[in-house]
């Protein structure tokens, strides 16, 4: 299956402070990458769709101004938790969509754990 | 909330025996995926079934769908203690693009 990477696989960080995840496709090119927050013994929520190019696409309850996306290259994508606090500690993972090939698949990165002291 | 819902939440079965997972989801789909998740990790895509197919297999996966009932069953044949994970369906709504809705997810436990 496709290769994709995140960085950092986990971080702690203080209150307040805002960290920066990355999103690579390492086999081919994505045009669109999405999103997901994870809580302890629970099932993936999407946070959003980021498209390379353009403004990322928010889910209902999603603060943007809180998780910056930025998909700046086909084969990268940032989600940055700004002004980070204890209840953003999550597995934030993230996925990607083929830009071309099949549209049904989406290829999942390893996940990074994030928790604020 | 969109969100599908899996039973049992968690299963515990020995080694060799079958293990059958249950999803129903509300809207309808164009498609439903399985996907496996070990403790801590991303997830693994199983299996996809398309709205106008009723069953289909992969290895020791057969998975079914009605979408008359809005459900979906996976059952894994022959289970081995590797098969431990956690197994989430997640359904590609029909007008909703590509976005997966993920399913509440099965705690699969296969013991020795």
């Known amino acids: 299956g496709a290769v994709v990477s995140q960085h950092p696989s986990w971080v702690i960080c203080k209150s307040g402070t805002s960290v920066k995840i990355e999103c690579r496709s390492l086999?081919?090119?994505?045009?669109?990458m999405f999103w997901y927050r994870q809580f302890p013994k629970q099932s993936l929520m999407l946070m959003a769709t980021s498209n390379e190019g353009s403004k990322a696409t928010y889910e209902q309850g999603v603060e943007k101004d809180k998780f910056l996306i930025n998909h700046a290259s086909l084969t990268l994508s940032t989600l940055t938790v700004t002004s980070a606090h204890p209840e953003d500690s999550s597995f934030y993972i993230c996925s990607v969509e083929r830009a071309s090939g099949r549209p049904d698949t989406q290829y999942f990165g390893p996940g990074t754990r994030l928790t604020v002291l | 909330s969109q969100q599908g819902e899996e039973d049992p939440q968690a299963l515990s079965i020995q080694e060799g025996e079958n293990a059958t997972m249950n999803c129903s989801y509300k809207t309808s789909i164009n498609n439903l995926q399985w996907y496996r998740q070990n403790s801590g990790r991303g997830l693994v895509h199983l299996i996809l079934i398309r709205s106008n197919e009723r069953e289909k297999h992969s290895g020791r996966l057969r998975v079914t769908l009605d979408t008359s009932k809005k459900s979906s069953s996976l059952l894994i044949t022959a289970s081995r203690a590797a098969d431990t994970a956690s197994y989430f369906c997640?359904?590609?709504?029909?007008?909703?693009?590509?976005?997966?809705?993920f399913g509440t997810g099965t705690q699969l436990k296969v013991e020795l």
């Open positions: 086999d081919f090119q994505a045009t669109t």
């Open positions: 997640a359904t590609v709504w029909a007008g909703g693009g590509n976005k997966l809705t």
